[in-house]
């Protein structure tokens, strides 16, 4: 599963190479929120200059697609298709029929209306992916109580599920000088059910890693969970040392903590 999605600005065509090597675990380009209007030609040429020569495999996010914008960029993006979109301003499944590319679209809820028909929004078969743009709604909604706010990613988390996508990724943390603040809010959202989150600077990537590290309790207690299973064969339900019994979803949930820890381990 991803954990880092890194933004990088359009029109900083000098940063591809270096997200790249960043060590995100995708690398977004960005054509909409990060780049000025009057350096959106400019930014479009760079994007389809770098996929052009086949440098690096990147996600590009565009702008929205009932915008001229965002038209001009999908017409661009046609002749080097990017590995994926990121489509913004998703408010139904018209503004996803609106996107002509063939290639994965992972889609950005930007609004009440996005949220509220997040369920229909992630079932769209051209979808691979949901995520909040959580900058754009608390300021629509007026929102100032994070309880708030975990209600909204809950209902998407939710939409996400039922959809069979993958876990929804934490938006982007503005402030990139507060590193304690950020490990508290990724930790918050790892505890809704939310998985990886996008940056927009590299030296936020570690945090963002540090905050979805399985602890040693959670390694050891996974690790009992996937020993037990293991002396059991294949059975329904599993009996721990100490009584008690986990079935398969549990175990499911063990060996992912397991994987997981094995891929951030030093």
Known sequence: MT????YVPGDRPERFDKAVASGADVVIVDLEDAVA?????????????YLGA???????????????AGRRDLRALAG???????????????????????????????SAAGV??????????????VALGEQDLTAELSITDEAALDHLRLQVVLAAAAAGLPPVPMSVYADIG?????LASTRRGRGLGLFGRA??????LPVIREAFTPTPEEVARAREIAEAAERAGDVGAVALPDGRFVDAPVLARARRTLALADRLAP
């Open 199 to 204: 940056a927009i600077h590299p030296r936020q």
């Open 178 to 182: 507060d590193e304690a603040g950020l």
């Open 54 to 68: 086949g440098r690096a495999a990147v996600h590009v996010r565009v702008n929205d697609p009932a915008t001229e």
């Open 3 to 6: 954990l880092t999605w890194l």
């Open 116 to 129: 509220v028909n997040a369920a229909a929004i992630a079932a769209h078969p051209r979808v691979a992916g």
């Open 37 to 49: 209007p009057a350096r959106k030609d400019e930014a479009r040429r760079n994007v389809v200059d």
């Open 80 to 110: 080097s298709p990017p590995a994926a979109l990121r489509v913004p301003k998703v408010e139904s499944v018209a503004t996803l029929d609106l996107v002509d590319l063939d290639v994965p679209i992972h889609a950005l809820l930007e």
